[in-house]
């Protein structure tokens, strides 16, 4: 059986815990930049969900990067960023995220990526500095910059399983797949709980999905 697990704040809290806290200093470091500084250009960005108090690989911030800095604002960089925080990126693991992975591929199942990303080189240096990318299919990873197009979603097979904790991707996705592939909402914080009904398969701990998935 195919499962596509989203990354950010599925498997992850990456954003905005891990970003505001570890990554953004750890590139202000390397820039030689005041955090308070950089935040506040940034603050430019944010009002598009994506920029929320995170440095996106965006031609708009290294425009601003450039003219206010004058630093050349590379993909480079940020691989370093993440490879030097790895260590902390780990306690941000959302609860039992190598359980339930290394239980599914124990039991046979392929296991995917299934994430957006405004840059993939951004997305990949941010995935490999989790050291969860050996528990997934390369074959099977999936990402691009928008989950809700036609040509994306058609790729994946009758009867797989997608997991996603944004309200919003979910909601397009059984628009889209009709029930042809299960669709999972993880909601950790319980922050659509009232719309639990709304769905057929509801979880808030992904200990659940093993048992969802089993019977």
Known sequence: MKIY?????????????????YLNPTLCEMWGIDPETLHKYIKILQGDSHTSGVVSFSGELREILNEKFGKAYSESDFINAFNATKEEMVSFYEPNVLSVLEELKAAGH???????????????????????????????????????????????????????????????LNSYFKGRVNVVMYDPNSKYSQFKDDYRYYITDLMQIIKIINE
């Open 110 to 172: 392929e296991l995917g990526l299934f994430t957006e990303a405004f840059d993939v080189k951004f997305q990949m240096a941010k995935i490999q500095a989790s050291n969860l990318l050996e528990y997934f299919d390369t074959k099977l990873n999936i990402i691009v910059p928008d989950k809700s197009l036609g040509e994306v979603l058609e790729n994946i097979e009758d009867d797989s399983w997608v997991i996603d904790d944004k309200k919003i991707i979910v909601d397009r």
């Open 5 to 21: 697990f989203d990354f950010d704040n599925t498997l992850i809290r990456t954003r905005p815990d891990f970003i505001e806290g």
